[in-house]
């Protein structure tokens, strides 16, 4: 359900700001009346990966620094060999996504976290 605030300060194509990322290349964040989903497309070692849409949950982001009251998404994303719980946010124009991976395939992977920033395109 969307809040008072407006969610519309995430919606778009997102391309990462490192071209050479090893991870997420690029991020949709897209709103249908109360619906959000959030597409994403990592690096694979030949081609793109499409992760499975996520819908969103809209969050209240409360910064430390000057005050700032933004928007926030929390989508989770199950690629059935692992699990990304995001969150995804824009600082400064810049749209923030910090991931949390968990592993569930007896690969002895150790959970990670990271996080990866992006610009519009669109």
């Not at 949709?28 to 694979?44: K, L, P, R, Y």
């Not at 969150?87 to 976290?113: A, E, M, Q």
Request: with cysteine; hydrophobic share 40%; proline share 2%.
């Amino acid at each position: 359900m969307i809040t008072s605030a407006n969610p519309a300060s995430l919606s778009g194509r997102w391309l990462n700001t490192n071209r050479d990322t090893r991870g997420i290349s690029e991020c949709v964040v897209t709103q249908d009346g109360e619906d959000i989903t959030v597409s994403i497309t990592a690096v694979g070692d030949n081609e793109t990966v499409r992760w499975p849409i996520a819908h969103a949950t809209v969050l209240a982001n409360l910064e430390e620094e000057a005050g700032q009251r933004t928007i926030a998404l929390l989508a989770k994303f199950d690629l059935g060999y692992m699990t990304a719980d995001t969150h995804v946010r824009v600082n400064k124009g810049v749209l923030v996504i910090v991931l949390y991976f968990t592993f569930h395939d007896d690969s002895g992977r150790s959970n990670y976290l990271t996080r990866e920033f992006f610009y519009r395109v669109d």
